[in-house]
């Protein structure tokens, strides 16, 4: 994933966050702790949120479990990122990651995480979707 994600124009610092187990050190990624993980995936993205640095206009957030992240949808949702607050990829209408958000909406990330809020859809169909390692396909 993290191979994938250095291979997106764009992006200037990766920080990944852990939760109920520790990670390893990661090459090339900040790792941040979410000491309150426990109260939903909205910890987490908060912890994340919280450790960019002060100039960070838009954060990018994919998850470690999608392992065939294209990352042409990364650098598609960069060249969206005027569009709106919080935007989301679609990969035949259904929606995924990456997800993209405004400085302006950090601080209000509910427990529920980014599923919670309502995003303007960017069309990724063309693209390969990031997959899901909790839910292989069969």
């Not at 200037?12 to 939903?40: N, S």
């Not at 960070?56 to 042409?72: E, F, I, S, W």
Request: proline residues 8%; hydrophobic residues 40%.
């Amino acid at each position: 994933m993290l191979r994938r994600l250095a291979q997106a124009r764009g992006v200037d610092l990766t920080v990944v966050v852990e939760g109920a187990h520790r990670l390893p050190e990661l090459a090339g990624a900040e790792i941040v702790r979410a000491a309150d993980w426990e109260t939903g995936p909205g910890a987490s993205l908060r912890a994340g949120l919280a450790a960019l640095p002060d100039g960070a206009t838009h954060a990018l957030v994919v998850l470690a479990d999608g392992p065939t992240l294209d990352p042409r949808a990364v650098e598609r949702l960069l060249e969206h990122r005027d569009d709106g607050e919080v935007l989301a990829a679609t990969y035949d209408g259904t929606r995924s990651h990456p997800v993209l958000l405004a400085r302006a909406t950090w601080g209000d990330i509910p427990d529920e995480g980014g599923r919670a809020l309502d995003p303007r859809l960017v069309d990724c169909s063309d693209l390969e979707p990031p997959g899901d390692v909790d839910y292989p396909s069969t």
